[in-house]
């Protein structure tokens, strides 16, 4: 059987083409799946700011963008969560008075227990707060965090020093990370373990 000259050719090339890729087989199996790990973590990161904290607008692909020198996979991915953390607690939030909740809904003595008295809780304090969670559809106001009743801070819009009462106008539902760069004046304090970090870095690859 007489084989065609160009067929003879064509298997040649091909041939010679793959016995470089077949020496460094291990090398390039590694930059496809390093790229490809990199690429899922960018992905169901993106996916897990946008329904977590559907509140704040993460400048992710400029955090991509900055990093593209990092040759570790690993050590960009922990460094883009770094910066993501740092937006997550930059983020500007001003505290303002909130809705109150339908009146036909408050109680005879609601009025009375607004009114702070040497800065003890009303004894429907409970109460309050369930409403205002309620009130909030169960998420953190700051971020958009959903939360469990148990996990929801309560907070004031105006401190209770400050002329601040129990009314529920006066009062805001908050996840545990935003209660606590809120409250604290220390950038430090803030950034010192959040959840939403620890949360990132499940899905390095």
Same mark, same amino acid.
């Given at each position: 059987m007489h084989l065609n000259s160009d067929f003879i050719i064509s298997g040649t090339i091909i041939i010679l083409l793959l016995i470089p890729l077949y020496i460094y087989r291990k090398k390039v199996f590694t930059l496809f799946k390093r790229n490809g790990d990199f690429n899922t973590f960018i992905h169901d990161?993106?996916?897990?700011?946008?329904?977590? @904290?559907?509140?704040? =607008?993460?400048?992710?692909?400029?955090?991509?963008?900055? *990093?593209?020198?990092?040759?570790? =996979? +690993?050590r960009r991915q922990i460094l883009i969560i770094e910066d993501l953390v740092s937006q997550f607690v930059d983020y500007e939030?001003?505290?303002? *008075?909130?809705?109150?909740?339908?009146?036909?809904?408050?109680?005879?003595?609601?009025?009375?227990? =607004? +009114?702070? %008295?040497?800065n003890k809780r009303p004894n429907d304090w409970a109460k309050r707060k369930d409403f205002t @969670?309620?009130? /909030?559809?169960?998420?953190?106001?700051?971020?958009?965090?959903?939360?469990?009743? =148990?996990?929801? @801070?309560?907070?004031?819009?105006?401190?209770?020093?400050?002329?601040?009462? @129990?009314?529920?106008?006066?009062?805001?539902?908050?996840? %545990? /990370?935003?209660?606590k760069i809120l409250s604290s004046e220390s950038k430090e304090n803030k950034q010192r373990h959040p959840l939403i970090e620890e949360d990132l870095l499940k899905k390095v690859k």
């Open positions: 990161v993106k996916i897990h700011l946008e329904d977590t @904290y559907p509140n704040i =607008s993460f400048q992710l692909d400029e955090i991509i963008k900055r *990093t593209e020198n990092e040759k570790d =996979s +690993k939030y001003d505290l303002q *008075t909130q809705t109150c909740i339908d009146k036909d809904l408050l109680w005879s003595n609601y009025e009375a227990g =607004s +009114k702070p %008295i040497n @969670y309620r009130r /909030d559809n169960c998420k953190c106001k700051r971020c958009g965090l959903k939360i469990a009743s =148990s996990d929801a @801070y309560v907070s004031f819009v105006k401190p209770l020093s400050k002329g601040g009462g @129990y009314n529920f106008e006066n009062l805001i539902t908050l996840c %545990i /990370d935003c209660n």
